[in-house]
């Protein structure tokens, strides 16, 4: 319980000496995957050069679902020992979080009009991931509408704790709705014929997943900034 | 599609529109994320250093009186 309780002050000094080797990872690892995905000579792919938006597509839908639990975590961590940095780190990731589901979204919707279907379907899958977004939407909303930081802090922490009820619904939405989904069409999966499109997909998740953690952690800074010398009212 | 010419590489087998869509609109938006991230940092910082500008004219006064 004690490990929660750093000073903001550290976890500031902390992140600060993070942030270049982040930033250096996340670009080596998007530039590797989008080369090895997008340049890949590749004859064999499922749905010609269609099937390339994947590349950025299922690791924005990931990052999305991934931010969005790690935001409840640290909701529930703020809830439970009180814990103002906690609830920092979870104000820290929803714009990003929301980024990616927006770029999930739209990803999606190139996917789906590319295969000659509508810019929107609205199936399960694309209106539980717009659910997402909302939610994003709204905890990144909060404290602009309850100028209170406590307030703002416990109120967002409400909204992801029930929100993340919709993560599982999309993730097995995903999973059993595959009308647009190259699963069905190709068994074993829509990247199995092309490595290097699925080697791509995996450099990119991870550079995504590392481009998330640098942008909250300077988001963080930014909070504890704020907090620390009262650019917004706190509690 | 295996390339023969970096023609052939942007065209993206007919289906550039879609590929590039997701290509520049998801890198575009990280981008302005930075440019937006850099731009609070930058009015934060001016933000203390008004207050420490107007901290020093203070003692300045003090000092004079």
């Known amino acids: 319980m004690i490990a929660f309780v750093i000073s903001s002050r550290r976890a500031y000094r902390w992140a600060g000496r993070l942030l270049p080797g982040l930033a250096v990872v996340a670009l080596a690892l998007c530039a590797v995957g989008l080369g090895l995905g997008l340049a890949a000579p590749d004859a064999d792919l499922p749905f010609g050069d269609l099937s390339r938006v994947a590349l950025l597509h299922v690791p924005a839908a990931w990052l999305s ?25 979870a104000h820290a990731l929803a714009p990003t979080g929301g980024m990616f589901s927006f770029l999930a979204l739209w990803t999606g919707a190139m ?48 909204v992801a704790v029930l929100g993340v009820a ?3 619904i999309l993730f097995f939405a995903v999973q059993w709705w595959w009308e647009l989904q190259l699963g069905r069409v190709i068994p074993g999966g829509p990247l199995v014929g092309s490595p290097l499109l699925l080697a791509g997909v995996v450099f990119v998740t991870v550079g995504f997943w590392i481009y998330a953690t640098f942008s909250a952690l300077v988001r963080l800074r930014h909070i504890i900034l704020e907090r620390e010398f009262v650019l917004r009212r706190t509690e | 599609m295996v390339w023969n010419s970096v023609g ?7 289906y550039a529109l879609y590929v590039w869509g997701s290509v520049l609109v998801t890198f575009g938006f990280m981008a302005a994320e930075q440019v937006i991230l850099a731009m609070r940092r930058r009015t934060i910082l001016d933000y203390l250093g008004r207050v420490r500008r107007f901290d020093d004219e203070e003692v300045d006064n003090e000092g004079q009186a």
């Open chain 2, 8 to 14: 052939e590489f942007f065209e993206m087998g007919g």
């Open chain 1, 65 to 89: 679902f991934l931010l969005f639990v790690t935001l409840a975590f640290w909701a529930v961590v703020g809830l439970v020992l009180d814990n103002r940095l906690a609830y920092m780190m």
């Open chain 1, 111 to 158: 996917w789906s009009k590319g295969l000659g279907l509508g810019w929107w379907v609205g199936d399960p899958r694309q209106v539980a991931e717009l659910a997402l977004l909302l939610l994003y939407l709204a905890i990144v909303g909060l404290p602009a509408l309850l100028a209170d930081a406590g307030r703002a802090d416990r109120g967002a922490a409400v």
């Open chain 1, 166 to 168: 919709n993560v599982p």
